[in-house]
C-alpha cells in the first residue's frame, strides 16, 4: 500500500458534524452577518485597500447593473455623474465629456510634501480607544446610489462596531485571521513609524515588502510589477490618515513622484463630489483600470480613490464591469475617539 | 466520498448557484453566506477534527467561516469554487495549534493511543488503538515541516487537487509539488524504507 493511501485511512472514522454540532458556529456567523454594514462587505478599511492588478479588488465591488461612461483605453470623464448616458458595454467607446487635464507631477507631489511636512503630529491613540470612519461609496454599474457607511474599529483591532442593516448599534468580537494581511490600526500606526521618511529608502522598502507580496493568500503567484507594486503599498499606506505621521506622508508624497509612470489628472472627484487631484499609476503594460488616489488641491489630504474600467471585465462569461465602469469613495472622517459610537 | 455527495445535495437546494455567485450575492445580502457554511462547514469540522481532536474542531470551523465572511469582498470571483479558499483559511487557524496537533502524533507514534481518535470514539465507533502502520505515518507527520504537513494533508485527508492546493495555501503549483514530493519521501521512509533513496537521516527527520 502507498504512504498516501495509508494516510487515507488514518482518523478515517473521524465523523462529519451534523446540523446540531454545528448550530453554535452557524449562529457566530448569522449574527455577524446581521450586523454587517449593508450594500458592501464588512471590511475594515477595505476601501483603503487598492485594487490588485489583474484579479483581485474585484470582489469588494457590488456588482448589480450597468452603467459605463467612458472609453476604452481612452481618458476618464471625470465630471459626468454616476447616472449618465450607458456606454461602453460591449467595449465600444462612449463619448468623454471633458478632456482630461495633467498637472506637472513632480511639482504637484512636492507641494504636496511641503504642506504634510507642516502639519502636527497627532497623539499616538491608546489600545482601547477606536478609530472612527465615515466614508461613501459608489458602486461601479450600479444606480450611481452614493453609500454611507460608519465604523468604528478599536485600536488594537480586536473589537468593531456599527450599525448593522436592523439599525441596531453592535460592538462584537473580531475574530483571529492568521491568513489576513490587513492590518489593526496599531498596527498600522506601529508599522507606519518604523518606514523609511527619506523617499528613495522608502520607495526601496516598498517595493520589497514582504507583507504585501506573499499576500493576499486570495491572489497566489500573481507576479505584479515593482513599480505597480510600490504604488500600491504607498496607496496603502496613505489611506491610513488617522495614525499618519507628518513626515512619513510627506516621504510618501516624494517616493510617489519617483515611480515611473505616476502621473496627477486634474479635477477628479470623489464619490462625495469634491474635485481633487487624481494621483495614478500608468503601467509599462497593459493598463486594465485605473486607480486614482484624490488628494485635496490645497491641504493635500487624501479625499478618496475612483477606480476606473478602460476594458471589459469578464467573470464567468460575462461583462462583469464594463469599461468605463468607476467604482468610487470618499472619506468623510477619520479620527480617534474614545467610545464606539462617538463621531468626534 | 461522503463530503462529496453532502456538497452536490447542497448545491441542489440553492438553485446551483455557484460559490462565487453566493459570494457576489453575499455582498449585498449578508445571510446568503449560510450557503457557503451549510455546503463546506461539515467536512472542514472534519478535517479539523482529524488534525486536532474534537474539542478544538468547533471553533476552528467557527473561526474559518467568520474570517471568510469578512475577507469576502476580497474574494477572486473568477474562482467558482470556494473550497480550496475555505480550507487555506482553516488551515490558518489549525495552524495556530500546532503544539497540540504535533503531540498528538508524538504519542500516537510512541504508545499506539491516538488520542485524536478517543476525541471522537463516543461519537462513531472508532478504532483508537493504532496499527504499526499508522504508528509510523504519525511519527513521520510529526517530523515533517509545517508548509510540507499542511500540503501533504490537504491531498490526503482534504481532497484537494495540486491546483486547489495552490489556491488554498498561496504558493504556485510547482511549489505543491515539490512539497507534497518531499513529504511523500518521507512519509514513504518512515513505512519501512520503500524507497530506496530514504536514509536513516530522513527517517528521524
Known amino acids: 500500500m502507498d504512504e498516501l493511501n495509508a494516510l487515507r485511512e488514518m482518523r478515517a472514522q473521524a465523523p462529519e458534524a451534523d446540523a446540531d454540532r454545528l448550530g453554535p458556529a452557524r449562529e457566530r456567523l448569522m449574527a455577524a452577518a446581521r450586523t454587517a454594514p449593508a450594500g458592501t462587505a464588512t471590511g475594515r478599511r477595505r476601501s483603503g485597500r487598492p485594487a490588485r492588478p489583474r484579479s483581485g479588488g474585484l470582489g469588494r465591488i457590488v456588482p448589480a447593473g450597468a452603467v459605463g461612461l467612458a472609453a476604452a483605453l481612452a481618458l476618464v470623464a471625470v465630471q459626468v455623474a454616476p447616472t449618465g448616458p450607458p456606454g461602453g458595454g460591449d467595449g465600444a467607446p462612449a463619448t468623454p465629456a471633458v478632456t482630461a487635464r495633467y498637472a506637472e507631477t513632480a511639482v504637484v507631489l512636492e507641494r504636496a510634501a511641503l504642506v504634510a511636512e507642516s502639519r502636527p503630529a497627532a497623539a499616538a491613540p491608546r489600545p482601547h480607544q477606536w478609530q472612527y470612519r465615515r466614508y461613501v461609496t459608489v458602486q461601479p454599474n450600479g444606480d450611481g446610489e452614493v453609500q454611507e457607511h460608519e465604523e468604528w474599529l478599536r485600536y488594537d483591532g480586536r473589537q468593531n462596531a456599527g450599525y448593522g442593516l436592523d439599525g441596531a448599534f453592535r460592538v462584537q468580537d473580531v475574530p483571529p485571521d492568521p491568513g489576513d494581511d490587513d492590518l489593526s490600526p496599531e498596527k498600522y500606526a506601529e508599522r507606519l513609524r518604523r518606514l523609511p521618511t527619506d523617499p528613495d529608502e522608502l520607495l526601496a522598502h516598498v517595493t520589497g515588502d514582504r507583507h504585501w507580496i506573499d499576500l493576499p493568500k486570495e491572489d497566489p503567484g500573481g507576479a505584479e510589477p515593482p513599480d505597480a507594486r510600490a504604488f500600491r503599498v504607498l496607496s496603502v499606506y496613505l489611506g491610513q490618515r488617522a495614525v499618519m505621521p507628518p513626515e512619513l506622508e510627506a516621504a510618501i508624497y516624494r517616493a510617489l513622484a519617483r515611480i515611473p509612470g505616476v502621473a496627477v489628472e486634474l479635477g477628479v472627484r470623489d464619490a462625495a463630489g469634491r474635485a481633487g487631484l487624481g494621483v495614478f499609476h500608468r503601467p509599462a503594460g497593459e493598463e486594465r483600470e485605473r486607480r486614482y488616489l484624490i488628494l485635496e488641491p490645497d491641504t493635500f489630504r487624501y479625499l478618496g480613490s475612483r477606480t476606473v474600467w478602460l476594458r471589459d471585465e469578464v467573470i464567468g462569461g460575462e461583462v462583469a464591469f464594463p469599461a468605463g465602469s468607476a467604482y468610487v469613495t470618499a472619506e468623510l472622517a477619520s479620527t480617534i475617539v474614545d467610545r464606539p459610537g462617538q463621531r468626534s | ?205
Open chain 2, 1 to 205: 466520498m461522503i463530503a462529496r455527495t453532502d456538497r452536490a445535495g447542497a448545491a441542489e437546494d440553492a438553485g446551483d448557484a455557484g460559490d462565487a455567485e453566493v459570494i457576489r450575492r453575499s455582498l449585498e445580502e449578508p445571510d446568503a453566506f449560510a450557503l457557503l457554511f451549510d455546503r463546506y462547514a461539515p467536512e472542514i469540522h472534519r478535517y479539523a477534527v482529524r488534525r486536532l481532536g474534537d474539542s478544538l474542531a468547533d471553533d476552528v470551523v467557527a473561526d474559518t467561516f467568520l474570517a471568510a465572511f469578512r475577507r469576502r469582498d476580497r474574494y477572486d470571483l473568477t474562482r467558482p469554487d470556494a473550497r480550496p479558499w475555505l480550507y487555506g483559511i482553516a488551515g490558518n487557524l489549525i495552524g495556530r495549534h500546532r503544539r497540540v496537533e504535533i503531540r498528538s502524533y508524538r504519542a500516537l507514534a510512541r504508545t499506539g493511543v491516538d488520542e485524536v481518535a478517543e476525541s471522537y470514539a463516543d461519537r462513531v465507533d472508532a478504532q483508537v488503538s493504532a496499527s504499526a502502520v499508522q504508528k509510523d505515518l504519525a511519527g513521520a507527520l510529526a517530523g515533517l515541516s509545517a508548509g510540507d504537513r499542511e500540503v501533504l494533508l490537504l491531498v490526503a485527508w482534504a481532497d484537494l487537487t495540486y491546483g486547489e492546493v495552490a489556491e488554498a495555501v498561496g504558493i504556485p503549483v510547482g511549489t505543491v509539488r515539490s512539497r507534497l514530493n518531499r513529504a511523500r519521501r518521507k512519509t514513504r521512509a518512515a513505512l519501512g524504507g520503500a524507497d530506496p533513496t530514504a536514509t536513516e537521516e530522513e527517517r528521524h527527520g
